[in-house]
């Protein structure tokens, strides 16, 4: 399978209870990622800034929802979150790398909003 074709998604199935998204790629390989760290690793500049020194901390999201998920050509989707945000353009393979680094995007997260929670 081509480097690119692995990550097509097949489906994305949004879970209101638990707040997350289960998405199931092209080779199979299905990752869940909760509302809370796609909302706080958003895509977008109002996030990540304009270079990784500007990345800014978003606390207080555990219990962000999502409120919709748009379909943006063939590459991506738009996730709107029930805290107005909606920025974030979340290509397939960006969601694939959350899925498969998901553990460690959490962990350093947290790490990280304790950090600037405590300053």
Known sequence: MKEDQRYKIKSIIYNKKNKDISIKFSDNYTGIISAELLRVESPS??????????????????KVSITNIEKVGNYAIRIVFDDGHDTGI?????????????????????????????N
Do not use: C
């Open 45 to 62: 500049a109002e996030v990540q800034g304009h270079s990784p020194k500007e990345k800014k901390i978003i606390l207080n999201k555990s």
């Open 90 to 118: 979340y290509s397939w393979s960006y969601l694939r790398k959350m899925a498969e680094n998901n553990f460690e995007l959490n962990k350093d997260y947290l790490k990280k909003a304790t950090k600037t929670a405590n």
